[in-house]
């Protein structure tokens, strides 16, 4: 009989076991209860960004299997086709072995092992000879890790201000549309209220960073029959599921998006009373066109925005609870013609140019849809609402018995983010959420904690002044609020290398890793000394235009020498981007670390309350190789880094452990929020606890706080839990947090644009400000749509990653290639019958940007002008442990070949980073292609080939067979 | 011995959401890490970096496209042993290798006893199992044998390994022979339906439809929009509305 | 499904060797063939060599042969293990015939209780053989009123024409032996003719939307489960294009049925020693031409597991 009640997310009465467990007397021999491990570690997946908890199962010092952490908040007790792979990740033959130094030309693969004290002493010299003259010259880009806050902090201390994760090319378009817009996002910092909603809208997305956690949710919604509504050209994985597919054409969800809003507005079905107390749709905007101040808010003289009292029919304070505010007309305020923000609302999106007959053709949907959709909205979000029996507080003191809420969730991700018009369109999808009252109310978009924060949140990004042998003021990477906080000099130049918060991206919150290289090859903003990557595979499926990538790396200037002069670079595992390093720092698997997944970054929070958790080492390593956050923290006090040194010039942390124990970023605050204090019963803000991370992994690797039930919906504007943010550091003061639907620091710039204030943006760039600084969600055709002679290119491509390797590194997992060593590109009948294809045709896939070949295969769930195929299956040869047979570089593609990492030349011969014009988030979504049969002769192998690698000292041939599991058994049957 | 029982004490198998499925491999890399060292260890994988890896796995997931006049579904279909109760595979066995339990209808295959002869996975249908070049014998599921009943492992994971890891919920697991049970209560709900059945092998597992396109499908019953009829329109309206 | 050359050799040559032994032991008993020393050794080797051969062949087949003892127990409910008790049977009476024949030159009394048992082995063996095929219910082209006749008529065809081949070779050819191999041989083609037809226009209930339990419309596969072939498709998704086929089967047709009548029938008027060698040559023909069948046999097999894949 079970002993308490079932634990995690299978646990219906249909999933549960036997209700007798003892085995039967089948009197057939078979062991029914072998024994299964000595000892079972609980700790923290890595196998993609979902940070799942996990529980290793140890045996005889080899990991014997993985499962999922039941009492995990994140994963429940699930693990996905990843997560259990594990095994073979840690056990891959591509894994390095040693610190390599380049012998041969870059590119080539050819290596010598050195020692680690070699290694250290090769990049201390370099980085402080770095460091005493321009700090700015160490370009520091990271990519999937999650120590962010380590390595940011790392940068700043070191006087660099290009550092950036991965986040340019993967998600800010929603982090920052988000951020900007309601002070959360999607994913990292907010998720659907999975247990009460009614309606499920999801936007591009058919796997997800937050893997597990959506699958749950799915199931949940399934379970209850709620409606699931998926938007994707392509109808895999959770759109397979969707009640209701809607194939859109890519690039023209914002479009769809302004339809479902201009018939919600039209039939007045917007919720008026959420829109007065948690947005600024009241407040007033000054509309004198020509004016210094047009288009920003009225304020009082403390700076505070105001609205106007209808009742009292005068201005006041907008975040006056007692006012009666208007949503409409025209009032003048300090001599200053002004309209609520909802006017310009009403105004922009009432217009007929957005109603479902005007864009159903552009975005591939029929305006009948579309009505059905904003009906089914609607009617969910106004007659099926909930209200759940929890009396709170909000902001104003005003005590509600209940809490409402509207049943209509949504999600968003990728197929949104990777294109040049994706910021508006997040935005756009926020405003559709807002106008029905949906955001952190049951039923809805909740955030997690510690979101929402105010939008955009603080701090501002730093570098505006690099020194030698100087720190940052601040942290490389932040949110600015117009033109004067961006990263450029007195002629517009970016300060930056990848020219983040210049006016190529003013709002490029993550950095643009994807500029870096070829930025740093043309030095252009400056030239570079070193490059130094974690993680990230720039020299392959990391990058846009691969094949020119691979030439700036190895390219050299008049003098012979590289024109990047120095990489160092870390990372696990032998992939694409190792050749190119001078310096390789050989990483560990995640089972033999430690790392801290922190509030402080992207922690593990749930709707329900925040979390952070932990990894720490399971199994020892069988080789010289270190955790990179250790080495980095090492190398901080071999530089003398302030902050990684104690006063005697002595090392502050002697590890990565060390750091996540004892550094305080701010007093009291640290990497991890639980058990703080010496003796550990403090939590969010406390003195370092010695005991920390045993009481970590004491606990299952994790730390998770469950938020009062009066404090889990509405939290923007939730007193309750305003304070207990207050009280763990998460906000500055338990103020409202007012959702931005009209977002005046993007007005500034358009003022900057006009030739308002101080700091203005070059004449040439005038136009593009004005354009895409709309401080209101706008839509415009993809750039390379936009550009290319749609004749010639008639199909848009996109790439996704199969579930089952999404955000991991699969090709050279011996189970995980075997699902997928060859992609194909998924054309959809009638395209290919067009095209006179048939099934397992070679085709080449041509865009501006080159050709790739690949092998065809028809299908009927995809956007008819779309076709499609598995990213980063395609790999070159020599790496990853692969063998020269593999399918991967023989009949698997890269897409990525044919993506631009430009755009083509504007007006003026300049050529922007394939990136939106706001956030510069990489548009490769954005991508136009033809495809032509091959001749007969060019079927059966991919192109464009590349050089095979050598392989690294000491690297054995990958085995011919696996007998993984052999060694329990024997051991079991010995042990009998 | 190759002949069926005449009788089964429990009916153990599994109920598989088609509704549900995402096609995420979970339950695949489930089954295939928990049984490389279970039961039937190892799950042996050839040419595992090579041009033509191939490996015995107990679990596979297809994807479909199931076009009908009321529309078109992507469907992910995971396969594995359905632990029939009159499974072919068991009785063309010549050796006696593979058998039915009695206690509880799991099939199993006695690897001491198989000559590797492959005749059951020409009788098998369903594809369910496969061949161990390496070791010479046939291999297949177990329905986590040495889970569901292992004392070493804590009471609450004592189900079969797919089921455990199947991240949406589309797997369920229990006694298919007792119609009270909540697998057998969840096959009637949902119109759980038998592979094959043509085939007369009578399969335990049972396979939930896709609700898309049919009546179990949810929806909203939306009446269409109307646009306000206030006067100046949809301001006007939000003007009427503030001010009540 | 895939025609391993080991199963391929082993049903023809076991089919060839029962049929002859079954005829041996038929004929011999009733006095239709003389005892004779050579006669007995070559025909006797010849059978019983054949059968040995298939059988060693058919371990081959099997991943741990040196276990393949163990295959004589499930006889209440396996076919094939039923085969292996059934040859291994055939094996003591058609041995005893064997002795009484070459070692004691006689062909009557317990020789000829022998040589009758001997053929009733021989008979239920290939019987078992068939129903190997017959039983298994996923492949229909298998699964079929053709299949068990089948193995039997092509038993009895290749056993007649060989025994036909043997005597010609000793000058003991009959005419009356040489109508029968030509009847035999023209049952054998119009039943593979038949089954083919059969086959060909077989609407098989089991489809993808049965496999799948999708109801109604079309299921198309999108998707393996694996990017490479696996041991499901390298041992039952054997496919083999239609162009293909037909020109295998023209060649079975040949080999197997025309081309031995027409050498057959010149043996009414050839004078031997030629009459021995067109009986000789009828014989191998058909042997090749069998070969052929079974291969055509698997090839053109389909199991339902090719279902979910598409195929």
Redesign the interface.
Known sequence: M??GP?????????????AD??????G?????????SDRVAKTTCYMCACRCGIEVHI?NGKV?????N?DHPV?R?????????G?MQHYS?ARLKKPLLRTGPRGSGAFREIEWEEAFSIATERLSAIRRTDPKKLAFFTGRDQSQSLTGWWAAKFGTPNFAAHGGFCSVNMAAGGLYSIGGSFWEFGEPDWDNTK?FMLFGVA?DHD??PI??G???L??R????VSINPC?????????D?IGIRPGTDGLFVFALIH???????VD?DYLLRYTNAHTLVIQEPGAADDGLFVRDADGNPLAWD?VAEKPVRADDALA?P????SHEVNGRRCVPV??LI?DRY?DESYSPDAVAERCGISAATI??I???L???AFEQTIELPVAWTDWAGRRHETIKGRPVAMHAMRGISAHSNGFHTCRAIHLLQVLLGTVDVPGGFRFKPPYPKSAPPGPKPSGKAVKPMTPLDGMPLGFVCGPDDLLVDEAGTPLRIDKAYSWDAPLAAHGLMHSVIRNAWAGDPYKIDTLMMYMSNMAWNSSMNTVETIAMLTDKDEAAAYRIPFIIYSDAYYSETVPFADLVLPDTTYLERHDCISLLDRPISHADGPGDAIRHPVVEPDRDVRPFQSVLIELGARLGLPGFVNEDGSAKYHDYADYIVNHERTPGIGPLAGWRGKDGTSTGKGKPNPNQLQRYIDNGGFWHHDLAADQRFYKMGNRAYLDFAVQMGFIPKAEPIVFQLYSEPMQRFRLAARGHGRVLPPQTERKRIETYMDPLPIWYMPFEEAAVDLEKYPLHALTQR???MYHSWGS?N?????????NRLFVHHRTGAGLGLVDDDWVWIESINGRVKGQI?L???VNESTVWTWNAIGKRRGSW???D???ES?RGFLLNHIIGDQTSADANGRRYANADPVTGQAAWFDLRVRIVKCAPQEAGFTEPQFERFEQPPHFEP?????????E??HAREAAQ | MTCLPSHMDKRLGLVIDLDTCVGCQACVTACKEWNTGGHMAPLTDTDPYGGHVDGVWFNRVHSYEHTTEMGGRTVNFPRSCLHCETPACVTVCPTGASYKRASDGIVLIDESKCIGCKLCSWACPYGAREFDTDVGVMKKCTLCVDRIYNDNLAEGDRVPACVAACPTSARHFGDLGDPASAVSQLVAERGGVDLMPEMGYRPTNKYLPPRAHTQRAASVPAKALEPVKAEGGFLGWVDRMLSN | MHPAFSVVFFTTATGAGYGLLALLGVLGATGFIAPGFWLGLAGMALSLGLISAGLLSSTGHLGRPERAWRAFSQWRSSWLSREGVASVATFIPAGLFGLGWVVFGRLDGWVAAAGLLAAVGAIVTVCMTGMIYASLKPIAQWHSPYTLPGYLIFSGMSGIVLLNALLAGFGLGTNRLLAASILLTLLGWGWKLATWRHNDQLEIPTTANTATGLAGGTVRSLEWPHTEENYLLKEMGFRIARKHSAKLRLITQVLAFGLPILLLIAGFALPWPLEAVAAALAAISQFAGMLVERWLFFAEAKHTVTLYYGR
């Open positions: 079970m002993h079932p634990r995690g997310a299978n646990s219906a009465p249909s999933q549960r076991p036997l467990t003892r085995a039967p007397d089948e057939d021999g078979v062991d029914t209860s072998p024994d299964v045996k014997r299997y993985i499962n999922g039941k994963n007790g699930v693990i996905c086709g990843k997560g259990s792979s095994i033959p309606y796997e893997s597990n699958k749950i799915l199931g949940k399934k379970a029959g709620a409606k699931v109808r895999t994985g959770y759109n397979a599921i969707a009640d597919w018939e919600l507005l039209k039939a007045g079905r008026l209808r009666k208007a949503l409409t007309g909802f006017q009403a009432l009505r059905r904003a009906a089914e609607a009617h969910v199969p579930m089952h050279q011996a189970w995980l290639r075997q699902i997928t060593s060859q295969k299908i009927d769930g442990g692969l063998k047979d593999a399918g023989n990958s085995p011919d067979i696996s007998r993984f599991g052999a329990f058994r």
